[in-house]
């Protein structure tokens, strides 16, 4: 399959989520100490976190197997992501960029995992006494890659294939 008809194409949204992150953070973790928050609007602040675990700090006390866990976990998902991009169709631009998202954003956390020990998160929501937990630029490329996979499940169901032969 000529890889200018598959979904390939579409990893330079991977390489846009993955240095977008790493820059980010970089400058995070350059300019912030740790902890330190800066209000930028009454809803949002930066926030300077190091989380130790995934997603909302699962597994962050767990005596550090979890960082190869993760680092696997990551190489192993986006080597299936680039799987089905490379057997994907251009036209499925929906599927294509939600692959792509999703593996620059855990490729990006797993490389800040295996040089720091841990994922620096950096953006703070909160209303009131509400408060999100604190994420990064990959968190919101998987974030919105995995909506857009859902959302093209519902814009571009597959169609059953129609039976051929007899139909008894």
Same mark, same amino acid.
Request: proline residues 1%; hydrophobic residues 60%; negative net charge.
């Given at each position: 399959?000529? *890889? /200018?008809?598959?979904? #390939?194409? /579409?990893?330079?949204?991977?390489? $846009?989520?993955f240095i977008?992150?790493? #820059?980010?953070?970089?400058l995070v973790v350059k300019n912030f100490a740790l902890h330190e928050s800066i209000n930028i609007l009454p809803v949002f602040n930066l926030t300077y976190v190091r989380n !130790?675990?995934?997603?909302?700090?699962?597994?962050?006390?767990?005596?550090?197997?979890? *960082?190869?866990?993760?680092? %696997?976990?990551?190489?192993s998902v986006s080597g299936l992501l680039i799987y089905w991009l490379a057997h994907n169709q251009f036209n499925k631009k929906l599927a294509n960029s939600g692959y792509a998202l999703i593996i620059g954003g855990?490729?990006?956390?797993? $490389?800040?995992?295996?040089?720091?020990?841990? $994922? $620096?998160?950096f953006l703070h929501v909160y209303w009131d006494i509400y408060h999100y937990p604190v994420f990064n630029i990959a968190d919101v490329a998987i974030t919105i890659g995995?909506? #857009? %996979?859902?959302?093209? !499940?519902?814009v571009n169901p597959d169609k059953p294939k129609e039976k051929t032969g007899d139909p008894t």
């Open positions: 399959m000529d *890889k /200018f008809k598959t979904g #390939l194409p /579409f990893l330079w949204l991977s390489a $846009v989520a977008a992150d790493l #820059l980010t953070k970089w !130790y675990g995934a997603a909302f700090s699962f597994l962050a006390d767990h005596g550090g197997w979890q *960082k190869y866990f993760f680092i %696997l976990l990551a190489l855990a490729l990006a956390n797993m $490389v800040d995992r295996t040089y720091h020990g841990f $994922v $620096v998160d995995a909506g #857009l %996979l859902i959302l093209d !499940y519902f």
